[in-house]
């Protein structure tokens, strides 16, 4: 094994705000990504997605951080390992923290992303940085409406059955919402990526 | 066994738990469940890619880019080093955002309490992006150690808080930088909520190579992400 080892994580703390997400938090410093990810040129059904962090009490936390990473509406991600290039102007990456909403939710306003690879229900990666979380976790969000996708999907066939639905974000109209439970009976289930 | 679609894993002898009680408030935010273990697929191959285009010229000298009307205050510093993967390749065009308190050891943040000035000359904000080499620069000022609620006299040792984009989104890194010989090192539970045999990574050395002569002190710091396990990583699956 090599002398390079991983350099550990530690928590994004409390006072994330103005550095990673300033614009959102009226920081006067420009941030690199934020909630609202697709311009009025990115071809793709618009949707908003939406949620609340819950802690071990049920409470929602209001100083979490969230980030989504998508394919765009072929399924393509924009990134160098997908030969497929994706469309202009979508970079498919979001970021916004739970701390400027009155309820503490995450807003995304995106496209719904097509499916990556035959077999793959569309879905967002999501990573869920806060304080009090020494190492950042990994979930995902799928598509209520997409239940024939989801029945195949091969990591949602992976999570036990009882606890898929804590990954499913349930449509009403151009809006999809998911709360994501750190705890509990109905805690989200997070991926050893 | 070597696979050209995959990333190393996280090294859990290098990460801290998701629960770890010292450190309080992991108590009802850490997920209790076992990890679901996930096959890689270009979900978690690929990611954000940011560049050079991300940046503004002062994003990477935090004592220059939040003046208003003199000089930020407190003890200039050079933050320098690398980017690699796992088997020491440097990573090039990472982007690393970092954020900290300033000298007195006050966040700009709405949410910093803590009874010490704000400097008006100073943010505590800033981006790089490596270079060629995984090279990365920054120019700031020490930042101050402050109390926090954990435990009775708690204070976070003085520390610039980092985030990494390596190249794919499983390579994502959000951490912590401190600085050698700390006394309050020994006595913090998110340094010590790292295993022991880890921690040491966290801790910046001073370099008297790095320091500039009548301005600042050096300090350097490496930065491992996870990487491709063999070969770069190959398109499709
Ligand atoms: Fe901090």
Known sequence: ?193 | MADGNSITPRDWAAHPPLIHPDYKSTVKRGPTKPLVPIRHSLSELTGPVYGHESLAPLDNDLTKNGAKNGEALGERIVVTGRVLDELGRPQPNALIEIWQANAAGRYVHENDRHDAPLDPNFFGGGRAVTDAEGRYRFYTIKPGAYPWPNHANAWRPNHIHLSLFGPAFASRLVTQMYFPGDPLLALDPIFLGTPEGARNRLVSDFSLDVTEEGFALGYVFDIVLRGPRETPMEAGR
């Open chain 1, 1 to 193: 094994m090599s002398q390079w080892k991983q350099t550990p994580s530690q928590t994004v703390g409390p006072y994330f705000a103005y550095g990673l997400t300033a614009r959102q938090y009226n920081y006067p410093q420009t941030s690199i990504a934020e909630g609202a990810m697709a311009g009025e040129e990115v071809e793709g059904e618009r949707i908003r997605v939406e949620g609340r962090v819950l802690d071990g009490d049920g409470a929602p936390i209001p100083d979490a951080m969230i980030e989504i990473w998508q394919a765009d509406t072929r399924g393509r991600y924009a990134h160098p390992a997908d030969p497929r290039g994706s469309n202009a102007g979508f970079t498919g990456f979001g970021r916004t923290g739970t701390g400027t909403d009155p309820k503490c939710r995450f807003v995304f306003d995106t496209i719904k992303p097509g499916a990556a690879a035959e077999g793959d229900a569309p879905h967002l990666n999501v990573i869920v940085f806060m304080r009090g979380l020494l190492t950042h976790v990994y979930t995902r969000i799928y598509f209520s409406d997409e239940a024939d996708a989801n029945a195949a999907d091969p990591v949602l066939s992976a999570v036990p059955a009882d606890r898929r639905n804590t990954l499913i974000a349930d449509r009403d109209g151009n809006t999809y919402r998911l709360d994501i439970h750190m705890q509990g009976d109905n805690e989200t289930v997070f991926f050893d990526v």
